[in-house]
């Protein structure tokens, strides 16, 4: 089983950042088998489609080779351009299968998990220059590899051709006694055989080796346990980050709701368990807001606030576990306690009202009537 350089096994399947970061950096499967089955076979099957074209192109191109011109008899430094301008038109003949050809090298990368272009692969990389890695290649597993892969490529290709030259003997016996356009047709036809069967067998080694290199390509980036761990870290974050991050938030967070404390118009208390501090303003909200709210110790740090500021009380030991329940920060109270949040704060203008002098006597809250659990019907208190 494959191990890093720490000796741990690589046993994970790789992730996929890790499989498109191979990618960014040019590592891909690829069968180098599969690449010479498809240009060869596509050339095959160009020749036989294409054969009576290229046929009647290369007689006309075989006649104008062979009747020159008498002119460049007497002017034999004509014979060079002359020369270029064959060899043009050989390539233009022959260009439909080079175009067949051309395009069948596109098809072994795009079988094997499609095109991929990268810069980086492009870049030198003097580690492959390295005498050892090369040695290792050659004598170590991938060298036993291809070893066998060379000697099933021969046996194929000699057992393919081997058959085809045995069944085709008595074809061949038979050429000397037929014309010349017969034999060259019986010949051709032989020929066409001869290749149909070597491109039969570098598909079938293709088609043994496309499989291992995809299987190879994936065993190679196995990750360990370690590796993957780290990944994860990588992309969620290092928990301990994280929570130092939501520690950052909530202290924000509590800063913020602190600087609300004192413009709220009233801090509804349990007596010392519970606070929360209610802002009401009829012109540009529906009901009270809840700007703070919270527990022991929170809450005796918005009960201290809010005295330092004058910010009214008011002890409702029911109505302050319910608003902390179900009431949620920069968010209107919930429409069953508009009642008992509307006698707390009928109380709180009263108590202004005295405190500026416009009341003749201080005001009482009586009891704030209120169901703390509907659902129960039963309060819960501290």
Request: net charge positive; with cysteine; hydrophobic share 50%.
């Given at each position: 089983m494959a191990?890093?350089?720490?000796?741990?096994?690589?046993?994970?399947?790789?992730?996929?950042?890790?499989l498109n970061k191979a990618r960014e950096d040019g590592n891909i499967a690829r069968s180098r088998e599969l690449s010479t089955a498809a240009v060869f076979g596509a050339g095959v099957m160009a020749l036989m489609v294409l054969g009576p074209m290229l046929g009647r192109g290369a007689q006309g191109w075989m006649r104008g080779a062979l009747s020159p011109e008498p002119l460049l008899l007497e002017t034999p430094e004509r014979l060079f351009g002359h020369m270029g301008?064959?060899?043009?038109?050989?390539?233009?003949?022959?260009?439909?299968?080079?175009?067949?050809?051309?395009?069948?090298?596109?098809?072994?990368?795009?079988?094997m998990g499609g095109l991929n272009v990268a810069s980086k692969s492009l870049v030198p990389n003097l580690k492959r220059l390295n005498p050892m890695s090369g040695l290792k290649r050659i004598y170590g597993p991938e060298g036993l590899a291809e070893l066998a892969k060379s000697l099933l490529r021969v046996a194929l290709l000699g057992t393919a051709t081997g058959l085809t030259l045995v069944h085709g003997m008595d074809v061949l016996r038979a050429m000397p006694n037929q014309g010349v356009e017969q034999a060259a047709?019986?010949?051709?036809?032989?020929?066409?055989?001869?290749?149909?069967?070597?491109?039969?067998?570098?598909?079938?080694?293709?088609?043994?080796d496309a499989p291992y290199q995809k299987w190879n390509w994936k065993r190679k980036l196995k990750m360990t346990r370690q590796e993957v761990r780290e990944e994860m870290k990588e992309s969620e974050g290092n928990p301990q980050v994280k929570g130092k991050i939501r520690q950052m938030q909530m202290?924000?967070?509590?800063?913020?709701?602190?600087?609300?404390?004192?413009?709220?118009?009233?801090?509804?208390?349990?007596?010392?368990?519970?606070?929360?501090?209610?802002?009401?303003?009829?012109?540009?909200?529906?009901?009270?807001?809840?700007?703070?709210?919270?527990?022991?110790?929170?809450?005796?740090?918005?009960?201290?606030?809010?005295?330092?500021?004058?910010?009214a009380v008011v002890s409702a030991p029911p109505l302050a576990r319910a608003l902390y329940r179900e009431g949620?920060?920069?968010?209107?109270?919930?429409?069953?306690?508009?009642?008992?949040v509307a006698q707390v704060l009928s109380y709180v203008y009263q108590l202004r009202a005295w405190r500026a002098g416009v009341a003749p006597a201080l005001p009482q809250l009586g009891p704030v009537p209120m169901d703390e659990f509907p659902d129960v019907g039963r309060g819960e208190g501290r």
């Open positions: 191990e890093n350089e720490d000796g741990q096994e690589k046993t994970e399947q790789p992730t996929a950042k890790r301008m064959l060899l043009l038109k050989l390539m233009v003949v022959m260009l439909p299968v080079l175009a067949v050809c051309l395009l069948a090298t596109f098809a072994a990368p795009l079988i047709q019986t010949g051709l036809y032989f020929a066409s055989r001869l290749l149909l069967a070597g491109a039969a067998a570098l598909l079938l080694l293709a088609a043994i202290q924000l967070s509590q800063r913020r709701m602190m600087e609300a404390v004192p413009t709220a118009d009233v801090i509804v208390v349990n007596p010392t368990h519970y606070a929360v501090a209610l802002k009401y303003d009829g012109g540009s909200m529906r009901a009270p807001r809840v700007v703070a709210k919270g527990v022991d110790e929170v809450a005796f740090r918005i009960r201290e606030l809010g005295e330092r500021h004058r910010v949620e920060l920069g968010k209107e109270i919930p429409v069953r306690l508009y009642a008992a």
